[in-house]
Structure formats: C-alpha cells, structure tokens
C-alpha cells in the first residue's frame, strides 16, 4: 500500500491547523510542510511507497510548490517511493518538459519524483516522452485509465469498435508496459484503475500484464480490501493500493478519533496503516508486498 | 489572438540566454522572468491575452513556479488576460483545489490567472468544480477537445454511438458553456482545438455557439490563418488563435532572424506579433477581434 499526501488546512491536527481566517498561503503552505513529514515519519517504515496531490500544494500558489518539492525531498531521504499525483501532460516537446523536470532522483531533476501520474486524453504521442525519460531515469509513470469517481465514465466508459474507451487505453499501455518490461515482468508505464470498480480491476489486471496498478478510491472513496484483491497477479503483486484521507486524518475518523485524539495524531496514522496493511494481507493475494517488502 | 510563453533555455536570446553548461534551475528560472517580462512588454499594446505554458516553469522546479507566478502577474498588471496553459484536472474537491488556486484576479488567488486550460479524460463530476470557480470569479476554463498534436486522435477519434470521442466531449462542453453564457453569447467554458484541423474546426463551431475556442497549432506546428477561418463566428468572434514559438522566437526564423537579429528580438516579437494579426484579418472574418479589440 501507499500513503496519499492530501494536506487540506482544516482538517490538520489542533497545533499544526492553521487559523479558520488565516490568508497567507505561505503560512498555510508552511503547516502542510510540517504536517506532511510528521506522516512520512511514521510512515516510511511501514510502506515503500507516499503520493503527494500536487493540487493541494498547487492550491497555495508558488509557496505551495516550494514545500511540495521539500516533502518529496524529504520523503526520499526516508527511504519511500514517492508517487507525484499531478495528471499532467501535453503534446511532444512539451510533455518532455514535464517528464523531464518531474522525474528522477538526485539532481537529474528538481522535483525528484520516482514516477507521476500521467492523463492519455491527448495520445500515444504525448505519452511517449514521459516513457523516455521514465527509462533512461529508472522512474515509472501511471496512466489514468479507469479512474474512481463516480462520473469517470462519462467518456472512458463510451464503446468503440466493441470496447470501452478505458480498454483501448489500457491495450496502449500494455503494449509499452511490455516493452519496457524489467525481470520483475512489470514495465516502466503501469495504469491508474479505481478501487470502486472492482469488475474492471480483474479485467484489466488480465488484459495488462506487464502494467504495475497504482489504486485509489479506497476507504473513503468506498472501495475494501476485497474489492482490490482483483489487482494483484496470482503471485501477490503488480498492485498498490492508495489511501489518503483514510490514513492522514486518521485523528478524524472512528475508532483512532476516540483511541488517539488530534493530540496523538502520528499514533492514529500509524494504527491506521498497520491496520489498512492488515486488511490487504487477509483480504487479497499482496501477503507482505502490502507492506514495506513491497515496491 | 494571443501569445503563448514557452520558455526554453536554449532558444533565449544572447543576453538573456543561460550558458549551456548553467544546470542551476533557479539561474535559468530567472533567465525565464526576464524573457517573458520583455515578451510582455512588447505585446501587451498588441493582443488581449497570453497563455504561459506551465511544463516549462514547472520542469525548473518550485524555482521555475515562483517565476510563473511573477508573470502571470506582471501580465496582469500590463492589462493582459492569462490564460495558464496547465492542461489541469482531477477528481471532486481535488478539481476544486486546482480551480480555486490558479482562477481569479486579485487576492482571491495565489496564481491569478483568468483562464485555465482542462483535460477532460475524468469526466464531467471533474470538470463541474471547475466551472463554479470559474462562474464565481468571472473567469474560464478552455477543455480539450482536439487537440493539435499528429497523435491526437488515438483515442479523440475513436467513434462511439456514431461520434467521435471528442465529439462526445464537444457536445458535454457546449451543454456547460451554454448554461453559463452571458450577453456576449458565449460561457465560461471554452475548448481547445487545434488549428492543424481545419475541418473539425468547422464542424465544432457549428456543433458548439456557446463555446470560446482556444486554437493552438498556428505557425510552428503548420496551422494556417486559412485553416483556422472556420473557429470564428459570422460576426468574426468566438475564437481567439494561439501563437507560442513563432512569436517569441521570432529572432530565430527567416525573415526576422535577419532583419533584426539576436540582439533587437523584442524588435522581432513586435513584427511578427503584427504579421499574424495582419493574416488574420486577411483570411478569416475576426476583424479587428484579431487585435487588441478583442477578449
């Protein structure tokens, strides 16, 4: 599993929640700093793996940005994966910008993220320079393709030539997965599917082989345990399974809001991780890949 | 029409333009305030709108993002609307951190810009959070339609129910753009066609009157003023046409490269500014839309 890194100002702890009238983004961003690696703290022994929303951070305007680019730092340096959720992409040149810039650890990019999420909307074209650069960097990029909310299949779900659109994406994405497919039998390019259409996740996991499956929607979202066990090949991997809220405002939420309260906040997000790791060990083929054996 | 910031270190001018050794991004960032500043300067008497392209701010790091925000408002204080070319989207209230970060003039925004580029792969519940914004804050999204890049239609063209993807995605638009339209006819909600598709560009006009077109594609990418006549209305408005490379480095192609050189470039931005709005006058019906008379 990994942990999503989803700040929002009013819902962090008492101590580190800003005030209800506070308007400087740079101190709300500074509060999203400081909470955010408090959660890696506890984290970073437990998963391989954390997801910044580049949306909250971007929400702040450039001081958002700047703690956004020490938490991934900072995230690195305690040993985790980090995932960047930004649905970029654009066409040719461009889209190398971000790829570029995004991804790579240690100083072949100022952001440093080991792999991003990546939307296909725009083509196999535009796709292409993010599995370039992903190669040469040994990072990874995740397409959305069959994404968890409600309304997702406005468009993914519109069927061409007897397949939903979501199909053709995935078979784009197997074919480079394939390509670019390492020992593990994954490639560098894996796909987004929700936790909230579990039918889909066991189609896909057999029409995508060499794809890793970067799931979100579970917990708060709706998606189980047994919905994602789909996810996972016969052998207990080419998934990970994302929870943001569920783990990061554990304090919020029954039974660690009663057990922990705001001011033991880390305590609640670490019971609720082993326990969310629980579930993926009992519930699905991952065994300990749902922990920090896992990539 | 507008002007597109794509900064790219390489293709600066002598002056402006960081050694090709410099790996410092905030070095090159700084080299990229500078540009655009002088880009700005010259075309804010000329056209009514500029669209940075965030990938190449973004690919410097929170370095290159800082310098992004400075533009967006250095050309909202030259009277220029900004259109940021983000290519932005997420799910429910992550759409609306997006939206209610980069949206809007003034204090009620760290990025304040007046328009946003959208991707619309997640579906309409993604879209919605963004057209409130943008309905409160009197500025616009433009949504992906078909884009200009050779490869777009992988999965844009792909026919469903006898349409097109993106036709599909057009008619969504156009429903939004009409619910929000104003006096002028038009919503808050645009799209982006490209003007490599001259015949799409007809067809989608027609299919959408509520809808602002936002053309890419012009000059460099091998869109005419010709083939984009078909984006504007009878009364020659409904569309404003993008030019990126081929204004900003215009000191870099024939005949601005000689008539000015590296040395006069701004001198080369303001001609070839003047060129485009000039052809097109001539070949399509904007009119004096073309200029600065135009939104």
Request: glycine share 14%; aromatic share 8%; proline share 6%.
């Amino acid at each position: 599993m990994l942990v999503g890194l989803d700040p929002r100002a009013g819902s962090l702890p008492e101590g580190l929640r800003p005030s209800e009238t506070e308007s400087d983004p740079a101190v709300i961003a500074e509060a999203y700093g400081r909470f955010c690696r408090g959660v890696v703290d506890v984290v970073a022994p437990l998963v391989p793996a954390v997801k910044p929303q580049a949306a909250f951070f971007e929400q702040l305007g450039p001081a958002g940005m700047t703690v956004l680019g020490d938490v991934v730092r900072y995230a690195s340096e305690k040993g985790l994966l980090v995932i960047l959720d930004g649905k970029r992409n654009d066409i040719g040149s461009t889209a190398t910008a971000y790829a570029d810039g995004i991804l790579g650890s240690g100083e072949r990019s100022p952001w440093g993220a080991d792999a991003l999420t990546v939307s296909p909307y725009l083509g196999g074209d535009s796709l292409e320079p993010f599995v370039d650069v992903a190669k040469q960097r040994e990072a990874g990029i995740f397409v959305l393709v069959k994404t968890s909310n409600p309304g997702g299949g406005m468009f993914q779900d519109l069927v061409a030539d007897g397949l939903p659109v979501y199909r053709h994406v995935a078979r784009y994405v197997e074919r480079i997965a394939e390509q670019t497919a390492g020992q593990c039998g994954y490639g560098a390019v894996g796909a987004v599917v929700g936790a909230t259409y579990p039918e889909q996740l066991v189609e896909l996991r057999t029409e995508m082989p060499h794809a890793w499956f970067l799931v979100p929607g579970f917990g708060s979202q709706g998606g189980t345990a047994r919905d994602v066990a789909g996810a996972f090949d016969a052998g207990g991997t080419g998934a990970i399974v994302n929870n943001s809220r569920g783990i990061i405002f554990a304090h919020t939420r029954k039974p660690y809001a009663d057990r922990y309260g705001e001011s033991h906040w880390q305590e609640a997000v670490e019971a609720a991780t082993q326990d969310m790791i629980a579930q993926l060990r009992a519930d699905t083929p991952a065994g300990n890949l749902a922990d920090k054996g896992g990539a």
